[in-house]
């Protein structure tokens, strides 16, 4: 992967700025940076390694050189009003991602809500959406994605909390990175004109992980919730079906979705 194949490979889709790194902090970090000099919606930036890659709440990316795909995209700010909403841009990339895999290499991929890409129940990809607000504008959007492409991207299972895989794993046989990357803007620009419709979070729904299995709810701030798991709100928020029978609605917050019974 370098500038010239990922330029050339991309030239036909309407993105901005195009930023090829070897070796990056985080490229949400650098897409942030393109974002407040005003580079137009869509600029992507990738990246062969990152040193310093982001999840959630502190956590580490691991992204190798040479194994996997991390890239940032600059979305339009406009499209969220509050941090909630933060939360159907990370649906949208784990819904691109489900999709390219699916167009490119016939594999069902599953999104364990709210941000993870599963493959055959392990975890192949996370999704950060970040922003940055002045008072309570969006100043930056910016839509992180990280995909284990080739079997070295996949941690050692002592930095784990969930079990991971990559692509070539599955698919047995080389992945090309880029095409992979071009299937997934190409879902990104198909659905970021529709988050806000219906047809988005059915879409959504019909890739979630564990529909109608018992999961656990972790969190910082309330205690453990077991439920089943009955889908999502019009918000893209998960609909939990206690064991007495109410249906609560969980907010991505800071969660972490566990498998009861693993199947
Ligand atoms: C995520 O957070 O899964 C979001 C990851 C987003 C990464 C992309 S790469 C491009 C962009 N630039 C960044 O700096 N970040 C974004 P979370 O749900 O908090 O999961 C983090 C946890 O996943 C870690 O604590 C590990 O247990 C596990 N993990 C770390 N690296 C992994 C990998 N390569 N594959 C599978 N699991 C991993």
Redesign the pocket.
């Known amino acids: 992967m370098n500038q010239y194949l990922l330029e050339t490979s991309l030239n036909d889709l309407p993105i901005g700025v195009i930023e090829y790194h070897d070796k990056v902090?985080?490229?949400?970090?650098l897409a942030v940076e393109l974002s407040k000099n005003d580079a137009p919606d869509l600029s992507l930036i990738v990246?062969n390694e990152?040193t310093?890659?982001?999840?959630?709440?502190g956590?580490?990316?691991?992204?190798p050189p040479d194994s996997?795909l991390?890239?940032?995209l600059v979305m339009d700010p406009g499209v969220i009003k509050n941090q909630e909403d933060l939360s159907r841009i990370t649906g949208l990339g784990a819904l691109a991602v489900c999709e390219g895999l699916k167009d490119g290499y016939d594999l069902y991929a599953e999104i364990k809500w709210p941000?993870?890409v599963l493959l055959n129940r392990k975890?192949?990809?996370?999704?950060?959406a970040e922003a940055h607000w002045t008072g309570n504008s969006p100043e930056t959007l910016i839509l992180?994605?990280?995909i284990?492409i080739a079997p070295d991207?996949?941690?050692p299972s002592e930095?784990?909390?969930?079990p991971?895989i990559s692509v070539e794993e599955i698919v047995g046989k080389k992945v090309d990175r880029i095409s992979l990357l071009k299937a997934i803007i190409i879902k990104i620009i198909l659905w970021k004109e529709k988050v806000w419709q219906p047809e988005f979070i059915n879409t959504w729904i019909k890739y979630l992980a564990y529909m109608d299995d018992t999961v656990q709810i972790l969190s910082n701030d309330t205690a453990t919730i077991e439920g089943k798991v009955i889908g999502l709100d019009e918000s893209g928020r998960l609909i939990l079906r206690l064991p007495n029978s109410q249906d609560i609605i969980i907010h991505a917050g800071e969660i972490?979705m566990r498998p009861l019974i693993d199947r």
């Open positions: 902090g985080s490229t949400n970090d990246a990152q310093k890659g982001r999840g959630r709440s956590r580490t990316w691991f992204t996997a991390a890239f940032s941000n993870d975890k192949v990809c996370g999704v950060l992180g994605i990280g284990n991207s996949v941690p930095h784990l909390n969930f991971a972490l």
